[in-house]
């Protein structure tokens, strides 16, 4: 059973654009949830974070946005850039455990 | 910089081999995750390991173990591999005694594990 879910397995952007990728998650008890970005032949590694008590949070081009009663949270990139192209996963945990559900991925190409 | 290590990027076994992935971290971290990476599936937990000789099952754990007789080390075995277990294995690592907002998961580069 999933409980993280991307239902986008790609998505295609202009450079410059604006990238959206979007999670939605069933477990109500989640209440941290973090996006991680993966390049081929790599690791991933973490992008940007937020706690449930918040619904935005915003690093740089990067801005997470948090809709709890739609258990639903989304990614938005402004602008995309060619180097943004990657595999991103959403994930989530809670009570502070360090088990983390990760969702099944969004390939994200940024065309120039 | 934190850095995860796996001991091969790619790897060939047979059905029914016993298979060692191995996985070593240099920054002194408690904590120690073995997932799979697969199509439409995204990363799945394997076992994770708290602590040396620690280890606690994941969401997938049939057809594996683990070993963690060091702390920078975490084994993960196929006792006897099979076609399904055919992926993309990450090791993953991160402090103790800190909830997971302030310190994420740092992950190694991955073994491409094909049984034929």
């Known amino acids: 059973d999933q409980q993280v879910k991307q239902n986008s397995p790609s998505l295609s952007v202009q450079e410059g654009r604006i990238s959206i990728l979007n999670c939605d998650y069933t477990n109500s008890m989640f209440d941290y949830f973090l996006w991680y970005k993966k390049y081929p032949a790599e690791g991933p590694t973490f992008l940007i974070s937020?706690?449930?008590?918040?619904d935005k949070n915003e690093d740089g081009r990067f801005t997470v946005f948090l809709n709890k009663s739609a258990k639903h949270l989304s990614l938005h990139i402004v602008p995309s850039q060619p180097g943004d192209s990657a595999v991103y996963f959403c994930?989530?945990?809670?009570?502070?455990?360090?088990?983390?559900?990760f969702g099944t991925g969004t390939k994200l190409q940024v065309i120039p | 910089d934190v850095k995860v290590t796996q001991s091969s990027r790619y790897l060939v076994k047979r059905t029914g081999e016993k298979v060692f992935l191995e996985c070593v971290q240099d920054m002194d971290h408690e904590n120690m995750f073995w997932y799979r990476q697969d199509p439409g599936l995204g990363l799945r937990l394997i076992y994770f390991?708290?602590?040396?000789?620690?280890?606690e099952k994941g969401d997938i754990p049939e057809g594996y173990s683990v070993s963690r007789e060091k702390k920078e080390r975490f084994s993960l075995i196929l006792e006897s591999a099979s076609t399904n277990q055919t992926s993309m294995y990450l090791c993953?690592?991160?402090?103790?005694?800190?909830?997971?907002?302030?310190?994420?998961?740092?992950f190694g580069p991955g073994t491409r594990l094909t049984v034929l």
């Open positions: 993953a690592s991160n402090r103790a005694g800190t909830i997971l907002r302030e310190d994420t998961q740092y």
């Open positions: 937020i706690s449930s008590i918040k």
């Open positions: 994930a989530a945990n809670s009570g502070g455990y360090q088990k983390v559900t």
């Open positions: 390991s708290y602590d040396v000789k620690m280890k």
